[in-house]
C-alpha cells in the first residue's frame, strides 16, 4: 500500500501517563508492565473477553479466534457480553487487576487507564515476527513507540447513502452543503417521502447525527470542549444543535422516526420512500449490492471540509493483551493471527481491510470502493462520544438526544443540558 496520510484521532492521540519499557521476547526477561516473561507457550489456554454480537456484527468476529487457535494448537476460552455491561466489566477488572489474556479496548482516551497501569502489552514484535504487514494507517505506533493493539476490523466512518432513482425523479443532485440540502428536504415533502432516515429507536442513531453536525462545524470542538475551561455551550454545539432544531420543524426525517430502526432505515431506501440514510460505514455491507443506491460523504453543513474529517473510530480500537497473564507471550501470538485470519474472511467478501493480504478482495462492488477512496483523505476522524464517555454519562447523553430528536428539548436548552451531563457544571 503507498504511504497514506496519517489519521489524527482527536481524542486518541494524547499524552500518555508514564513511560512504558519495551516488550520482552521469547526469552525470561522483563515486559511493559515489569512483570516476569510468560509461560511456555506449549498446550495454552487463553481467556478472552468481548462485546462482539454475531446477530448484528461479522460473526467472522467470534469464530476467528478458534480458526487462530487451532491453527496455533491453544485452547481459549471466551466470554461475550453486551456492549454496556462491557465497559463496566472490563474497568472493574482492571481495578482488580483480574483482565483476561485478550480484550477489547475503543482505543483513544478509552485505553488511557490500561496504559496508565502499564496493563497493556506491546504487541510489535509479534506483528514483525508473524510476517504480517499493516497497512501505514493501522501501523502508527503511539509516543512510547508501541503498538498495543491488533484491529478487529477496518475503520469505520460516518456516511451518506442515498436513492439515484430518487433524485432522478426530482431533478436533483445529492446535497453537498447547507442549503442543498434544506432544498431537497423541500422536494422531498412536495413528493411526500422522507428526506432521511433515522432509526431512533435505540437513541444511538440521533446521538450518532447530532455528533456529525457538530464535526462539521468544527472538528475539533470535542476535544477541545472535554478540555479543562472547555465547554459544550460554545458556538459549534449551539450551531448544530439549532440546525438539528431546523430539520425537524422542516421534516426532514421519515414519518415515525423515533420509532424506527436501522433496519427498517435499510429497507425505505431501497424502497425509495426515504431519499438519503446517513449512519456509520457498517451499513456498506448491507446496502453494496443495489446499484440503485451510492454512497457520498455527509454534506458540508458547517465550516468544515466533508472530505477531510468525519465521525469514525480510532486506528488504535481493538483487541490487546493484558500484559500481567502469565500467558502474555502465546496471547500476542494469538492476537495477531486472530486479526490476520479475520482480516482475510472481510478481503474474501470484497471488503475493506487493514493487513496486506495475497487474498484477492473479491467482487469488491462500486459502493465499496467509492467509500474507501472517501475514507483514504480523511485527516481526522472524531471518535463517537458514547465510546469515549463512561456508560454513566453516556446514558444520560443518550436520552436528552432522544428528546431533542422528539423535539421535547429546544437547542439552547438541550446544550445546556448536555453541559451538565458531560461536564457536571
Known sequence: MGKTKKISMLLGITAMIGTLAGCGGNDEVNDAAGNEGSKSEANAEISILVHFDPETDNPAKLDSFQEAADKLGYKINIERVDDATYKTKIRVMLQANELPDLFYTWGGSYSEPFLAANALYPLEDAIEESGYTLYDTYAQKDENGHNYVVPTGALESYCLFYNKAVFEDMGKEVPADWESLLDVVDACNAKGIGTMGLGDKDRWEGDLFYNMMVVREDADAFADAMKDGGTFTSKPFVEAAEKVETLIERNAFQTGYMQATPSECVELLKAGKIAMYPTGSWQVSALQSDENLGCT?????????????????????????????????????????????????????????????????????????????????????????????????????????????????????????????????
Open 297 to 425: 460523504v455527509f454534506p458540508k453543513t458547517g465550516a468544515e471540509d466533508p472530505y477531510l474529517s468525519c465521525c469514525g473510530n480510532a486506528a488504535d480500537a481493538g483487541i490487546a493483551v493484558n500484559a500481567n497473564s502469565e500467558n502474555k507471550e502465546a496471547a500476542a501470538k494469538l492476537a495477531v493471527e486472530y486479526s490476520k485470519i479475520l482480516n482475510d474472511h472481510l478481503a474474501e467478501n470484497g471488503e475493506q481491510t487493514y493487513f496486506e493480504t495475497d487474498i484477492e478482495e473479491a467482487g469488491q462492488t462500486e459502493m465499496m470502493k467509492t467509500y474507501i477512496e472517501n475514507f483514504k483523505k480523511m485527516e481526522k476522524t472524531q471518535l463517537w462520544w458514547f465510546t469515549y464517555l463512561d456508560t454513566a454519562i453516556g446514558e444520560p447523553m443518550r436520552d436528552l438526544s432522544q428528546q431533542q430528536f422528539a423535539g421535547e428539548v429546544d437547542a439552547d436548552n438541550f446544550i445546556k443540558q448536555l453541559e451538565s451531563i458531560i461536564k457536571g457544571g
